[in-house]
């Protein structure tokens, strides 16, 4: 029996409610391994770097028998977590797993991978997918994998080199259309009719042929049908914002367009109101300004700390995004993480051949250009030396309360000091002497390596000097490394 199923399927097709009802379904049996769903954009789900500890940490906890075997594996090597994934998925998964006894537990336990595509590193999701197949060696406990992804060139090449036995594949954009549209008009009549009792509009509403318009714009996407469907319900009139919907878009062309059409729609409508041309253009510029912020952040930020962030008012963030609850995930405590309902906005809006609207359009290396110079300005205006202000020198990071780090050290300059290198190095900014990365390094560097000391991220500050140092046609001034 093959130990890896690929759900495979485009954008927006349903990969993810699948392996979240998996997931939860194998939960409830007590027969849930350990799940990771990967997000690009999502700070530690964007990358491979926890996944194996992580599972690990899952694994412990939902198999009582097996902890015991794990934390022997981290007593034998304290770095484990330093380590390559293929030496931690040895000694932290298979290892453990492979010493269970038979009656020890239950003979079979599942893996839920969802969104491997969204996994930054086209090399490790190779190397993740050889380490999943691995699997099959295992012999008194089974771990059957269920991976859902795009069908991404690494992922295909990934499975290529795994004999076919090994894994089974289902294509979900290969269903029959007939059965797709169903369920997406089940979908449309419950969310709408969700719409007509909150709005109070009479019984009829929507009418059949407005609903089978509906099914035929989404195109086999169900992200299209959730998408219009916050749409209709966040607006005032939900008449007028299904009226919108079903005269700007065609019936024909591919799902994708569908998806971009449902897109520019709601980011028009964000935008409408009786403004000059001049009012227009700034409210454009606002509006693609934040949008690239939040669409390029390599971790989600509060729109508290993205307005500092961007040295926009809260208030003015607030109000350009407040009408685009059907895209983002805007929660009302606005210090917590903004986040995109689903992956396709974030490649609509990088793509000028799918964003055909250029008001709306954004340069993926400019919008990380300009949130490396925001960390930056960030940084030389917060960090200074004994940033948390502890006074006695030597004192241990373990010994201060988490409380009087985060007081001094907000999420928003966290982010900064973690990221401003990476964003340096996707904007493919050129860099010269005396500049604003010379200048911070000049005066900030020993403030930034303290800073990421008490975040625990000192190791995490060396790997990014070195990188930046590669890239820089003039070396770091003498004077920094001099007194470093």
């Not at 931690?88 to 020890?104: C, E, I, R, T």
């Amino acid at each position: 029996m093959p130990c890896i199923f690929w759900l495979n399927g485009l954008a927006g097709t349903g990969k993810s409610t699948v392996a979240r009802t998996v997931a939860a379904k194998y939960l409830e049996k007590d027969a849930l391994g350990a799940s990771f769903f990967f997000s690009r954009g999502g700070g530690d789900v964007g990358h491979a770097g926890k996944f194996v500890t992580s599972i690990a940490v899952q694994l412990a906890n939902n198999i009582p028998p097996l902890k015991h075997n794990i934390c022997d594996a981290i007593t034998e090597r304290t770095d484990i977590a330093n380590q390559s994934l293929r030496d931690q998925w040895h000694q932290l998964v298979l290892g453990p797993l492979s010493k269970l006894a038979g009656n020890d537990c239950l003979s079979r336990y599942v893996l839920v991978v969802d969104a491997l595509d969204e996994c930054e590193d086209g090399n490790n999701i190779r190397i993740l997918l050889q380490l999943l197949a691995e699997a099959r060696s295992l012999e008194t406990v089974q771990l059957r994998v269920f991976l859902t992804s795009r069908p991404e060139i690494p992922i295909r090449h990934g499975f290529y080199h795994i004999p076919e036995a090994e894994h089974k594949d289902f294509v979900l954009h290969n269903i029959s259309p007939s059965i797709v549209d169903r369920d997406i008009s089940i979908f449309l009549r419950y969310n709408l009719r969700l719409v007509r009792k909150e709005h109070g509009l009479e019984a009829g509403w929507p009418e059949e042929e407005a609903v089978r318009c509906l099914v035929q714009h989404a195109s086999g996407l169900f992200i299209w049908a959730a998408t219009a469907c916050r749409f209709v319900r966040e607006g005032l009139f939900a008449e007028e914002r299904l009226r919108i919907i079903l005269e700007g878009g065609n019936l024909t062309g591919t799902p994708e367009e569908h998806l971009n059409g449902i897109y520019i729609t709601v980011l028009r409508t964000s935008i409408q109101g009786s403004y000059t041309e001049q009012e227009s253009l700034r409210l454009h510029d606002l509006l693609r300004g934040v949008l690239g912020a939040i669409v390029v952040l390599f971790s989600p930020l509060s729109l508290e700390s993205l307005s500092k962030m961007l040295r926009i008012p809260k208030q003015r963030v607030d109000r350009t995004l407040k009408d685009l609850h059907s895209i983002f995930d805007i929660p009302q405590d606005q210090t917590h993480p903004l986040r995109l309902h689903h992956p396709s906005f974030r490649d609509f809006l990088l793509d000028k051949n799918r964003c055909s609207d250029l008001h709306f359009w954004v340069d993926e290396k400019h919008a990380h250009r300009t949130l490396a110079y925001a960390c930056i300005r960030l940084m030389s205006n917060s960090l200074k030396q004994d940033v948390c202000r502890q006074e006695l020198p030597g004192i241990l990071v373990t010994d201060v309360e988490s409380s009087r780090i985060e007081q001094y050290l907000p999420p928003e300059v966290k982010y900064a000091c973690l990221y401003w290198i990476q964003h340096l190095q996707k904007s493919n900014a050129q860099l010269c002497d005396n500049d604003e990365v010379y200048q911070f390094l000049q005066a900030h560097l020993l403030h930034w390596l303290e800073t990421l000391g008490w975040m625990g991220k000192a190791s995490e500050g060396i790997l990014a000097i070195s990188s930046l140092e590669a890239q820089i046609p003039v070396s770091i001034p003498s004077s920094i490394t001099t007194e470093s």
